[in-house]
């Protein structure tokens, strides 16, 4: 297999039913059958490439399916309807009543509500850590555990998992490593650094055209079978699909997904950069002072840069808000909550994205409200979106 995920995606090519560079859209809910042994055989997941019913497998949902897992380097993918639905529906399939999560503090507030006062209510319990603090990990190992969550790049902070680390550990108790890698698409591959399953937000880098909401999982083909199965798969059962005609748009924004990435990541170093030269607080992995900096050096594939997303800290939440209005006015991006997108995203996370975290535990975990998250965008000219972003700080009295 080809070792860059892009040349991956490049050489996947799919002619439409008459011969088009596109795929055809396979828009129906339900197939036919010539025969009711064939229906039979598909009920009972014995008959591959034989359609059912469109909550079960769509074509055109596995074109796109087939794009993420040439991504990933996994054997198989499924396609959701949101990236929450991606980690509910994994979770669901591999926690039964009774059963625990190890999962990093530090991770989207939808994911740590779901953990913290969802999955409560079904009996499964998750403990909250510092993932960069392997003993801390371990020391919540025990005969209950079934899965270590983390996202390889945290939302907001930007703290990098140990992905090969942690699944060796995760191999020694027979648990499953779940990573979400929505921040670092293409920069990183989880399933090759030894993660089970990998889930997406492909609301954002992955599609980043801020038009939909969708979701992947990235696994086995026995867990991805295990998934859709008709009489116990979390997706078949709990139904979060995506429209076809939506697969099929983001399948085609998937083309140009390296050359965004590559200009995120561009973006995003020169602002971290010459913010830190304004002498603010910068959090992000490609600066030699961010702590985990060489831990990604080496888990990075190459061309792709530390990614698109960066988080300061003006001290102040009013500063903050005052901040974002301003850069919005500058015309240097959207306040907005959200990444991936091709003009500049920034919010604050403490009132927004993290804000199912209470204040107390955002104290301890070092989310100040002083803190803006920038997605940084696909610019063009950043010298003159930094300029921009000077004059607004300037305004408000960050500098
Ligand atoms: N994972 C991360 C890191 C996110 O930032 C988000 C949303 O912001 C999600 C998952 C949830 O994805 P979706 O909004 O597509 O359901």
């Given at each position: 297999m080809n070792e860059n995920p892009a040349d991956r995606i490049q050489d996947y090519l799919v002619f439409g039913e008459f011969g088009g560079v596109n795929p055809s859209i396979e828009d129906s809910s339900t197939f036919t059958f010539l025969s009711a042994e064939r229906m039979k055989e598909v009920f009972q997941g014995r008959a591959e490439g034989c359609y059912l019913y469109s909550r079960h497998i769509n074509p055109t949902d596995e074109y796109l399916a087939r794009v993420m897992a040439l991504m990933e380097a996994s054997e198989c993918a499924q396609i959701t309807a949101s990236g929450m639905s991606a980690i509910s529906c994994v979770l669901l399939q591999l926690c039964n009543s009774g059963d625990e999560i190890i999962s990093s503090r530090t991770i989207y507030g939808g994911t740590y509500a779901l953990l913290k006062n969802f999955l409560p209510k079904l009996g499964i319990t998750t403990h909250f850590v510092d993932i960069t603090n392997l003993a801390e990990v371990m020391a919540k190992i025990n005969s209950k555990t079934k899965v270590i969550y983390f996202e390889s790049i945290s939302n907001p902070l930007l703290e990098v998992a140990d992905i090969p680390t942690l699944s060796k550990l995760a191999n020694q108790y027979n648990l499953k490593i779940v990573v979400d890698n929505t921040f670092s698409p293409l920069m990183l591959s989880p399933i090759k650094l030894g993660a089970d399953v990998v889930v997406y937000s492909l609301t954002k880098f992955v599609n980043g055209s801020s038009d939909c909401i969708a979701g992947s999982i990235c696994s086995t083909r026995d867990f991805i079978s295990s998934m859709r199965d008709?009489?116990?798969g979390a997706c078949m059962l709990l139904g979060p699909v995506m429209d076809p005609m939506r697969a099929a748009s983001i399948f085609k924004n998937m083309r140009t997904l390296h050359v965004r990435m590559v200009q995120h990541s561009k973006n995003a170093l020169y602002l971290a950069e010459n913010f830190t030269n304004l002498g603010i607080r910068v959090f992000y992995p490609?600066?030699?002072?961010?702590?985990?900096h060489e831990l990604i050096k080496s888990l990075l594939n190459s061309d792709y840069g530390f990614g698109g997303m960066l988080t300061i800290d003006v001290k102040d939440e009013e500063i903050a808000n005052n901040l974002m209005v301003k850069m919005q006015e500058e015309l240097v991006g959207y306040f907005a909550v959200s990444l991936g997108f091709y003009k500049t995203l920034f919010s604050s996370p403490g009132t927004s994205t993290s804000s199912e975290i209470p204040k107390e535990e955002q104290e301890r975990i070092g989310l100040s409200p002083g803190l803006v998250r920038f997605s940084v965008g696909i610019d063009h000219d950043i010298e003159r979106t930094f300029e921009r972003i000077k004059k607004s700080m300037k305004e408000v009295g960050v500098i």
């Open positions: 008709v009489g116990s490609g600066l030699p002072s961010h702590p985990q």
